[in-house]
């Protein structure tokens, strides 16, 4: 993973009419005869956005690409046409690549010059995320209808992130984009943007009918769109300007790779086992879920509302009866100074979903912030490191000193902690119960699937002709290695136990959520739940006073006078509850397309003596058959991400994260990983 650690926010200044001017490219973010206009000419008007709306299939997504984010302009008026030229049942996928980002503060004061987009802009600025660093932020309205992927890096960088690989052979199996907004500061004054890496992936990125549109009609901008395969014409430009450029794709252009393809004893490109050549979105959008807990749920949903039908399919007689069953989870990730793939995915996982449940909490659980206390010498030490990260991204974690924690949680602490404003406890049952509340989810319960096959056109379960579609989500956990299809994967069990503590005068004030070696949150019902163990090679499924032991242990430094409260408490009498978290070795999920494992281990045998060898074929992955796995102890963190990675490759759109950080998780990493070692 590169190094993603530092952004640096626009720096604007306001002229007389209020309209901000970048301090650093001497430019204005829009024309100041009427911005709104302009993007309407500009980029609605001149990539025909009503006339292909309007043409539009149900269920059909499509794709704009931006070229400088801004201040959302062009996103709030694409998302105003939308609404009344595109079918209800359409998705729009927006995605915007900014280098420079605007604060929220900035950004709340230049959209307040369009009052008419009021609407979009006040949900636009309660999703705005915290920049930390570079990376993707998906944000959803609408209930999905419409996606903003908003991507911090530099245009080139950050759209070649969007492509399968860097091997050029083999890049453009990815999303395709619809239409270009050439948008961002004019040549002149910011030509490292418009740069041939940008239009090579501009090219790798379009494909026949895609259409591009920008102010500009600079030498470097026509000369750009024709290396990257447009039909360029020039028209009349906006207000003053005599002329813009609007550009068609009539044909993808025709790029020899042979280079690239050369037999060479090693590749200076990535191996592309990662990419499915096959993967294609079914004419019939309904998909088997198996598993009814959080992985299989938010699976459900995130489908459900791209407009597909599903059958979600869970052994026991109720949703989340196993890891997910737990009365109170934590909503928190771990987070780092590191720049690798955990700390990454981590990362873009808790801010994805603090969003995700920004407007379910009255239903689902409590808003009421988590504390991280720094409870030993290494998360001391972790404190310390992080606040060159995150010390300016105080909506997402704030550092508190011991006298600050105590305010915070209403009872006495002695320990300088993360507090996470924006997180809190979440009843696991009610938030499935509410995930599934849609009018395209059958739940099916009392179902145990035992039996899965294909048939050349769809999957089956048990030989069920009523549990029968042409695509399959693997979100049980565990029991995925009951599949004969799914058992090379290293899938782990690790067992854990929550403990129930009465709640007592003094436990009664405690008002969020405190972590250390292991975590305790307010009381509900009485109760608190406290927990839990780590339990390595341990089926036990009954409760153990000793474990009981452990968890009331863990609370002794960071919360001593609650426990003095609980001490007298007979250990045997308390009452608690076991599950088994389900986990990889390297601690990420297992998302996306199920590999054949054969095929596999044929096709990239060259591994077991090279690892860069130069092999020029695609992974083999079975055709409809997915996997959303592995969330550990980090479910509800984890699983909204992870459900909309996984409905972005089942519907072939803009993935929401980095392509590296995608692969990450790929189901097929492991098998790949055994060959480089050679132990398969």
């Given at each position: 993973m590169s190094d993603s650690s530092h952004i640096d926010h626009a720096q604007l200044q306001w002229d007389e009419d209020g309209q901000p001017v970048s301090s650093v490219f001497g430019d204005v973010y829009f024309s100041r005869a009427n911005g709104l206009e302009e993007t309407r000419h500009v980029f609605l008007q001149h990539n025909q956005l009503t006339e292909r709306w309007h043409q539009l299939n149900t269920g059909e997504h499509f794709t704009i690409a931006e070229t400088g984010f801004g201040s959302g302009l062009n996103f709030l008026a694409a998302w105003q046409l939308w609404l009344t030229a595109a079918p209800a049942s359409a998705q729009l996928h927006f995605v915007s690549v900014e280098k420079f980002p605007l604060t929220k503060t900035d950004l709340q004061r230049a959209l307040a010059l369009w009052p008419e987009l009021g609407e979009f802009t006040a949900q636009l600025i309660d999703a705005y995320p915290v920049f930390v660093g570079t990376g993707f932020h998906r944000l959803s309205f609408m209930d999905g209808r419409i996606k903003l992927t908003l991507i911090i890096n530099d245009a080139a960088t950050g759209f070649a992130q969007l492509l399968a690989t860097p091997h050029p052979a083999f890049a453009n199996h990815?999303?395709?984009?619809?239409?270009?907004?050439?948008?961002?500061?004019?040549?002149?004054?910011?030509?490292?943007?418009?740069?041939?890496?940008?239009?090579?992936?501009?090219?790798?990125?379009?494909h026949t009918g895609t259409t591009a549109a920008t102010f500009s009609a600079a030498a470097i901008v026509?000369?750009?769109?024709?290396?990257?395969?447009?039909?360029?014409?020039?028209?009349?430009?906006?207000?003053?300007?005599?002329?813009?450029?609007?550009?068609?794709?009539?044909?993808?252009?025709?790029?020899?790779?042979?280079?690239?393809?050369?037999?060479?004893s090693y590749s200076p490109y990535p191996v592309p086992w990662t990419i499915d050549a096959a993967a294609t979105t079914p004419a019939e959008k309904h998909a088997l879920i198996i598993g009814g807990g959080l992985a299989g749920c938010t699976s459900a949903r995130a489908l459900a509302e791209r407009g597909w039908k599903i059958t979600l399919v869970e052994r026991h007689a109720e949703l989340a009866q196993e890891a997910s069953g737990n009365p109170q989870g934590v909503l928190y990730a771990k987070l780092s100074p590191k720049s690798e793939a955990q700390a990454e995915f981590n990362l873009h996982a808790l801010q994805f979903a603090q969003q995700f449940y920004c407007s379910r909490w009255s239903d689902i659980g409590e808003q009421c912030g988590v504390l991280q206390l720094a409870h030993c010498e290494a998360e001391q030490q972790l404190h310390t490191q992080l606040r060159g990260k995150f010390s300016s991204a105080d909506e997402l974690v704030q550092f508190v000193d011991a006298a600050q924690a105590t305010a915070v949680a209403g009872v006495p602490l002695s320990l300088n902690a993360l507090y996470f404003p924006k997180a809190g406890w979440i009843n696991p049952r009610k938030l499935c119960e509410s995930l599934t509340n849609h009018s395209a989810i059958n739940v099916v319960v009392d179902c145990s699937a035992l039996i899965l096959e294909w048939d050349g056109d769809n999957w089956q379960i048990n030989n069920n002709p009523e549990l029968r579609a042409p695509v399959v989500v693997i979100a049980n956990a565990t029991d995925a290695k009951s599949f004969a299809i799914t058992q090379h994967l290293p899938i782990k069990s690790i067992r854990g136990q929550i403990t129930y503590l009465p709640k007592t005068a003094t436990s009664g004030s405690l008002k969020t959520l405190i972590c250390s070696e292991g975590y305790i949150g307010p009381a509900v019902g009485g109760l608190h739940c406290t927990g839990a163990t780590f339990n390595l090679k341990d089926d036990t499924r009954e409760l153990r006073a000793e474990d009981h032991r452990t968890n009331l242990e863990n609370l002794r430094v960071p919360l001593p006078e609650l426990l003095a409260e609980w001490e007298a408490l007979a250990v045997e009498n308390l009452q608690g509850r076991v599950a088994f978290r389900c986990t990889l070795p390297d601690y990420l999920p297992l998302v996306g397309a199920v590999p054949d494992e054969q095929p596999m281990l044929e096709e990239f045998a060259p591994l077991r003596k090279n690892s860069r060898a130069a092999i020029h074929k695609t992974g083999s992955y079975h055709k409809g058959l997915f996997i959303n796995i592995g969330h550990g102890s980090r479910g509800l963190a984890y699983t909204p991400l992870c459900a909309e990675l996984l409905a972005a490759h089942i519907n072939q759109e803009v993935l929401p994260l980095p392509r590296e950080l995608a692969n990450a998780l790929n189901p097929a990493r492991f098998l790949i990983r055994d060959l480089i070692k050679n132990k398969r």
């Open positions: 990815c999303t395709s984009i619809d239409a270009w907004f050439l948008d961002g500061f004019t040549p002149s004054k910011n030509p490292q943007m418009w740069s041939e890496e940008l239009f090579t992936a501009i090219r790798q990125l379009s026509k000369q750009g769109l024709k290396f990257a395969g447009f039909n360029i014409q020039k028209v009349p430009g906006f207000g003053r300007k005599r002329e813009m450029v609007k550009a068609f794709m009539e044909q993808e252009p025709i790029v020899d790779h042979q280079d690239s393809l050369q037999t060479r």
